[in-house]
Antibody, heavy 115, light 108 residues
Framework: QVQLVESGGGVVQPGTSLRLSCAAS????????MHWVRQAPGKGLEWAAA????????TYADSVKGRFTISRDDSKNTLYLQMNSLRLEDTAVYYC????????WGQGTLVTVSS | EIVLTQSPGTLSLSPGERATLSCRAS???????LAWYQQKHGQAPRLLIY???SRATGIPDRFSGSGSGTDFTLTIGRLEPEDFAVYYC?????????FGQGTKLEIK
């Protein structure tokens, strides 16, 4: 069955970096565009970044542009989110998700930015 | 950036009743690239509808989506106890792929 498993979350200080991973299985990962979506505690969903199926096109929300980088390694069926210059407001559960119409989502990994 | 406004913020209904949720976009959503999600507490979102009106795999037919342009609706035909949750719309026609702020469907 389809699985997306995020990892790499944790507690970090403002200004530091963190890399999230999302391991995919049960579908042809290399054929799917992928997204990162985040949700701050008690808040709604916020789309953060997307990458095309071939990795050639990436796009970002203004709130993360210039600080976060989405990438993929199809040989490992893994999606990444490199997060630099983390801010308090980046505290959230981070979900990886497939292209919208497919509807595959992971269970999320919590990133807490705290001094 | 396309801003999505969902209404109402909270909807109080009883099981068996019909629910109508609205999602209005600040500009036209291209090719009806509008999705609806259900999220229960502590869980990941679940895709219900994509392309404004296509049900995702395994979604009961009491869920239906309609609309185009700037006005979209999610209708739940007869509410089951498990349908009480938060619902979000998302447009994926143009980046950034924004979400609405959500509608909480609660038991009356």
């Amino acid at each position: 069955q389809v699985q997306l498993v995020e990892s790499g979350g944790g507690v970090v200080q403002p200004g530091t970096s963190l890399r999230l991973s999302c391991a995919a299985s049960g579908f042809t990962f290399s054929s799917y565009g992928m997204h990162w979506v985040r949700q701050a505690p008690g808040k709604g969903l916020e789309w953060a970044a997307a990458i095309s199926y071939d990795g050639r096109k990436t796009t970002y929300a203004d709130s993360v542009k210039g600080r976060f980088t989405i990438s993929r390694d199809d040989s490992k069926n893994t999606l990444y989110l490199q997060m630099n210059s983390l801010r308090l407001e980046d505290t959230a559960v981070y979900y990886c998700a497939s292209q919208i119409a497919a509807g595959y989502w992971g269970q999320g990994t919590l990133v807490t930015v705290s001094s | 950036e396309i801003v999505l406004t969902q209404s109402p913020g909270t909807l109080s209904l009883s099981p068996g009743e019909r629910a109508t949720l609205s999602c209005r976009a600040s500009q036209s959503v291209s090719s009806s690239y509008l999705a609806w999600y259900q999220q229960k507490h502590g869980q990941a979102p679940r895709l219900l509808i994509y392309g404004a009106s296509s049900r995702a795999t395994g979604i009961p037919d009491r869920f239906s989506g309609s609309g185009s342009g700037t006005d979209f609706t999610l209708t739940i035909g007869r509410l089951e106890p498990e349908d009480f949750a938060v619902y979000y719309c998302q447009q994926y026609g143009s980046s950034p792929y924004t979400f609405g702020q959500g509608t909480k469907l609660e038991i009356k």
